[in-house]
């Protein structure tokens, strides 16, 4: 069956409207794959929607994922009426999702006129970023995150990714090990400060809260003109966590001085004027939600957070590279190196980015 075919069934289980007009496929992304429809009303206007085949090699339990999105995004967008808010849309049965006959999975939610960024020197679109990712966890504050699935189980357990890691380091499959004596050494010396997040959880010092858990720049879409931030999107791994996962996986990607994957990894770092543009938007939102304890571990988050990805790319190197994409042999290696470059940094300026965050209000 062609694509067009396809498409317009799926818009037809999902109940859309008018002519099908043609769509285009977005290859932004690298997990799901995307398209924009458009469809002409009865009364000659266009309308465009977003249809997406879900990559359930990557999300092994489609439905519980839809779930999720289907929760929050219907919380948020009841508490953003007459807003630019996510909706996903439903069948006949309710279902925001559908099976074709290829037993492909495949939603329909509505297309946001908007541009996004991968990366940003402006101050404006740091700040609305932070702003973005801080109004995602106030208006889910009030939401019962028992009642979302863990969709990828121990996602954010540092220490349970730090003991992957050096079991695989152990057994060492690919003969790896001793390429990397000095990385894991380094990992080994910060371990336990790593780990502190998780630890504080689990003595009941951090509440658990409805955390995206994939707080990139990219995933926040802008408006072309104002520059503001209208909606989050990618919510393929929304689920119960700590707020500092998001703030810190945030920090990480946006303030650090070049991409996460430079092959320079010397000059990584966290630059502390993005990160200041970044907290002030984020805090401006949750200052009032969050516990005392939460408000002093968000420096600490960026460096658990930057420590146990490295871990992950550092793992996935010593077992052959299975999980993430590589664009050549080393790509994994450089990975880890420029994140535990940035994590040094990071450890260094952690009462400067403490005293930050304590200045904001």
């Not at 996004?116 to 109004?135: H, M, N, P, W």
């Not at 504050?141 to 969709?151: C, G, K, V």
């Not at 072309?224 to 700590?242: K, R, S, W």
């Amino acid at each position: 069956m062609e694509m067009k075919d396809k498409l317009q069934k799926v818009c037809e289980a999902f109940r859309i409207e008018g002519k099908f007009v043609g769509y285009e496929q977005i290859k932004a992304g690298n997990v799901n794959w995307t398209y924009k429809v458009t469809y002409r009303r009865a009364g000659g206007q266009a309308k465009q929607y977003i249809v997406q085949r879900v990559n359930t090699y990557a999300f092994r339990k489609p439905e519980q994922l839809m779930h999720n999105a289907d929760l929050v995004t219907e919380h948020i967008r009841a508490k953003k009426q007459g807003q630019t808010a996510l909706h996903y849309h439903h069948t006949q049965e309710r279902k925001t999702f559908i099976y074709d006959e290829e037993n492909c999975f495949w939603r329909l939610c509505n297309f946001i006129p908007s541009i996004t960024y991968s990366e940003t020197l402006d101050e404006k679109i740091l700040r609305q970023t932070g702003t973005a990712f801080g109004e995602f966890q106030m208006l889910l504050s009030d939401f019962p995150a028992t009642e979302l699935y863990e969709t990828i189980p121990n996602f954010h357990n540092t220490p349970k990714r730090l003991e992957t890691l050096f079991s695989d380091a152990a057994k060492d499959p690919c003969g790896r090990a001793s390429e990397v004596r000095e990385e894991l050494a380094y990992i080994a010396s910060v371990r336990e400060e790593a780990e502190r997040l998780t630890r504080m959880q689990e003595q009941g010092r951090l509440p658990i809260r409805v955390t995206h858990n994939d707080t990139k720049i990219n995933n926040v879409l802008f408006d072309e003109n104002t520059h503001e931030a209208l909606a989050i999107v990618d919510l393929d791994t929304v689920m119960p966590g700590l707020v500092g996962h998001d703030f810190g996986d945030g920090i990480r990607f946006a303030t650090n001085f070049v991409a996460e994957d430079c092959p320079d990894w010397q000059r990584a770092g966290c630059d502390l004027e993005k990160f200041r543009q970044f907290t002030e938007g984020f805090l401006s939102q949750v200052s009032g939600m969050l516990t005392i304890e939460e408000r002093r571990s968000l420096a600490l988050s960026v460096f658990a957070i930057t420590v146990e990805l490295a871990s992950r790319f550092l793992d996935d190197y010593l077992v052959g590279d299975p999980y993430f994409n590589i664009h050549y042999p080393d790509h994994n290696l450089v990975r880890t190196r420029c994140q535990l470059a940035m994590a040094r940094d990071v450890h260094r300026k952690l009462p400067q980015m403490q005293a930050i965050v304590d200045a904001c209000r």
